[in-house]
């Protein structure tokens, strides 16, 4: 018969292949361990020989062999094995409903079957799969599938622990998936996606009871002295991340954005009011056209909704607004030219920024009038010139969000608002009717606003917090003055140690943890194990039943 090692090479004076056997100290023997020699027959391959038994067997390279496929046989066989456990224990219980006796029909037909332990294990879980309702149904039903306790308390106590196996197996390896890339809830991912640095709190505060439960330690924290000022300034940062991204909301639609160099406030409110004037000015001295018929009719609408409840004193000043039209057209008929349309425009615009920060209601009412004529002047501009009607929305779309911001920082010292007022303002801004966009969810900035203002305020009130924390602080320290040294120097430490967790380079490397930016690979991993949930919740109940039987 040929040797397994002639394929490497013709030999010149080729001689019969060695016997192959057990402990016979032959060279091949160092390179694995023997196996009882079978008599094959000579026409069969050295690669795949059958023998007698139909076992399949491949060889090394070093002429040893090795059996193929009675592996795979075994594990098909116990999961068949494994699967008529549960099967005939269901129809033992439904026998029961009925007062008779089931016998194992399932387990006598398999009984002969090859198995093994990981196929029966597989087996014993399938059932589990196909049981509706989640991890707690799913584990109860599964232990009482799989019990070997034929009294009511038996197996109750294995429908309990298979629940309770399985809402731990789902719990504990949705909670890896999230710590591998943490799904963050709709609200912190668009603070995130605008760039706000938000705390570690306020990052988890959506994510459940623990999550919550770490935002009301953030918050509880943020009252103490050294780690509380940590804690405070990087939310102050959060809120200036705030009005930074609602001032770029302004300055995306022309492409630009507010440099690092501009402070958040007053000076970020003058910088997105300059860029979008200077995009006016670019584009309306272009623009030529004649009034419409739509113009018009949409002009005295809004006219006759301000003078509804407006006092007579107010009426002056709404003739004022409406003089800036009749002028504005009154040399030309029904034709306008692009300075007429820029001037109109930017006359509108600054009576409308008066007035809207005004405490007066009813001024703020007519800054609303001069806000939507000069919007409607616009959509006349649009529709008389195509060419450049995208542009001209761009522009106008950035000028909308700039009044939200610009409403949200009047109320303020230094124009920085906080997510209330910023809501707010984003509300008061909403011109639908009944302020329908704003109750659908789909005013303009409303995501931001109303996100910023779920997931950044601070749960837990100041009050006399603040007062009391540093009382009990000053306490320690007059304990270590007085021999408790050890124990105030270790507060101090904690708190100082605490502290360290809020600076921007520890802010950073915490952001990347917890907001699941590590990367393509992290998610894969996250979305595998998300898909592994089901199994730790179908197998817990046959893990529990193995250990217990």
Do not use: C
């Not at 699967?83 to 409903?97: E, I, V, W």
């Not at 991204?245 to 690092?260: D, F, K, S, V």
């Not at 919007?375 to 909308?400: C, F, M």
């Amino acid at each position: 018969m040929a040797g397994p090692w002639e394929k490497y090479g013709a030999q010149s004076d080729p001689a019969p292949a060695p016997p192959r056997t057990v402990g016979g100290g032959q060279p091949w023997e160092r390179y694995a361990t023997p196996i009882e020699t079978v008599e094959l027959p000579a026409s069969t391959s050295p690669q795949a020989q059958s023998l007698p038994a139909g076992e399949t067997w491949e060889f090394n390279a070093d002429g040893t062999r090795k059996q193929i496929g009675q592996q795979s046989v075994d594990t098909l066989g116990g999961v068949v094995r494994g699967t008529a456990k549960p099967l005939d224990r269901a129809a033992d219980y439904l026998a029961g409903a009925f007062g008779q006796d089931a016998p194992p029909a399932f387990q006598e037909m398999t009984a002969g079957l090859p198995s093994n332990g990981l196929g029966e294990f597989v087996g014993n879980t399938i059932p589990t799969f196909a049981i509706p309702g989640g991890a707690l149904v799913q584990g109860a039903a599964g232990g009482a599938l799989l019990s070997d306790r034929h009294d009511v308390a038996g197996v109750a106590t294995d429908m309990a622990l298979g629940a309770a196996g399985s809402y731990v197996g789902d719990r504990l390896v949705r909670g890896i998936s999230g710590a591998v890339s943490p799904r963050l809830s709709p609200q912190v991912q668009t603070l995130i996606d605008a760039g706000v640095p938000l705390t570690p709190g306020q990052i988890v505060g959506q994510g459940g009871i623990v999550g919550r439960s770490a935002k009301t330690i953030e918050d509880s924290v943020a009252n103490l002295p050294v780690v509380g000022n940590a804690i405070r300034g990087a939310r102050a940062r959060a809120n200036e991340g705030l009005n930074r991204a609602a001032t770029n909301r302004a300055l995306g639609p022309i492409g630009e954005e507010l440099p690092r160099t501009v402070d958040v406030g007053h000076d970020a409110v003058a910088y997105a009011g300059d860029r979008l004037r200077a995009a006016y000015n670019d584009v309306l001295p272009r623009l030529s056209g004649t009034i419409d018929r739509g113009f018009s009719g949409r002009i005295q609408s809004i006219e006759q909704r301000a003078v509804q409840g407006l006092p007579p004193e107010y009426q002056g000043r709404l003739d004022a607004i409406n003089n800036e039209l009749t002028q504005a057209f009154s040399q030309q008929g029904n034709q306008f030219s692009g300075r007429t349309l820029r001037d109109t425009s930017e006359r509108l615009g600054d009576l409308a920024a008066g007035y809207r920060i005004s405490d007066d209601p009813y001024l703020r009412r007519l800054g609303d009038v001069a806000d939507q004529y000069r919007a409607q002047l616009h959509a006349l501009a649009r529709r008389e010139n195509p060419a450049y009607a995208t542009r001209l929305r761009d522009i106008d779309r950035g000028y909308a969000s700039l009044v939200r911001v610009e409403r949200a920082a009047a109320g303020t010292d230094e124009g920085v608002f906080t997510p209330g007022q910023y809501k707010t303002a984003t509300r008061q801004s909403d011109r639908s009717v009944r302020k329908r966009q704003s109750a659908r969810g789909q005013a303009l900035d409303q995501d931001l606003s109303a996100a910023a203002a779920q997931v950044m305020p601070s749960t837990v009130g100041g009050g006399g917090s603040t007062a009391v924390n540093s009382l009990a602080f000053l306490g320690a320290l007059g304990t270590g003055a007085v021999g408790g040294a050890p124990a105030a120097l270790g507060t101090l430490g904690a708190l100082g140690a605490g502290s360290l967790a809020y600076v921007p380079l520890s802010q950073r490397a915490i952001r990347w943890g917890l907001t699941g930016r590590q990367g393509p690979t992290a998610n894969y991993v996250s979305d595998l194990l998300q898909l592994g949930a089901p199994v730790a919740t179908a197998s817990a109940p046959t893990t529990i039943s193995n250990i217990r039987n």
